[in-house]
T-cell receptor, first 114, second 118 residues
Framework: AQSVTQPDIHITVSEGASLELRCNYS??????LFWYVQSPGQGLQLLLK??????LVQGIKGFEAEFKRSQSSFNLRKPSVHWSDAAEYFC????????????FGTGTQLKVEL | DAGITQSPRHKVTETGTPVTLRCHQT?????MYWYRQDPGHGLRLIHY???????DKGEVSDGYSVSRSKTEDFLLTLESATSSQTSVYFC?????????????????FGPGTRLTVL
């Protein structure tokens, strides 16, 4: 069975500082990997996704993520955080068959200090 | 934004009553999903559909049933609501699962339904 671990429940960074959110996955084959962001009271918005090819993926809002097969990781990064990035971030792994059912991590709540 | 609506957006009900949540899409996407979101658990898949009248169970399907009689509507029913089903419910849609064939398997999420079972 597939699983996702986001080890950091809460992270606080200062505006303008760099950010890295960690994600480790477990899946028996090459996974589909996603990062979603959720603002308070809202649905989820896709930041970026990885299926194959270049292991450094660029997304929206200046985010990027790097797939490292040897570490089973897909960490999300941003060079300079803006106050509007405060939200909850979810990493998810999708099965390559069987309806693309997503398994989500428990989320990381990001707080940005001004 | 993908055309996904959920109704109702908020509902308070009592234990033992039936509840139906509706997800409606205007994108003509084949795949539809119901998730629940709870603190400390992220989102967990309840049921999904891969076509009209074609559905399958997810990770936390006990106590829930679904139906899809039209491409655009996916209904989630709690036959007899319990307090453990208090949650925020999200519907999602996806055009395809065949990425290698050039399909887009991104899931687009609706705004959610907050359900409280007293």
């Amino acid at each position: 069975a597939q699983s996702v671990t986001q080890p950091d429940i809460h992270i606080t960074v200062s505006e303008g500082a760099s950010l890295e959110l960690r994600c480790n996955y477990s899946y028996g084959a090459t996974p589909y990997l996603f990062w979603y962001v959720q603002s308070p009271g809202q649905g989820l918005q896709l930041l970026l996704k990885y299926f194959s090819g270049d292991t450094l993926v660029q997304g929206i809002k200046g985010f990027e993520a790097e797939f490292k097969r040897s570490q089973s990781s897909f960490n999300l990064r941003k060079p300079s955080v803006h106050w509007s990035d405060a939200a909850e971030y979810f990493c998810a792994v999708g099965a390559t068959g069987g309806g693309n059912k997503l398994t989500f991590g428990t989320g990381t709540q990001l707080k940005v200090e001004l | 934004d993908a055309g996904i609506t959920q109704s109702p957006r908020h509902k308070v009900t009592e234990t033992g009553t039936p509840v139906t949540l509706r997800c409606h899409q205007t994108e003509n996407h084949r795949y539809m999903y119901w998730y629940r979101q709870d603190p400390g658990h992220g989102l967990r898949l309840i049921h999904y559909s891969y076509g009209v009248k074609d559905t399958d169970k997810g990770e936390v399907s006990d106590g829930y049933s679904v139906s899809r009689s039209k491409t655009e509507d996916f209904l989630l029913t709690l036959e007899s609501a319990t307090s453990s089903q208090t949650s925020v419910y999200f519907c999602a849609i996806s055009e395809s699962v065949m990425v290698l064939a050039g399909g887009n398997n991104e899931q687009f999420f609706g705004p959610g339904t907050r359900l409280t079972v007293l």
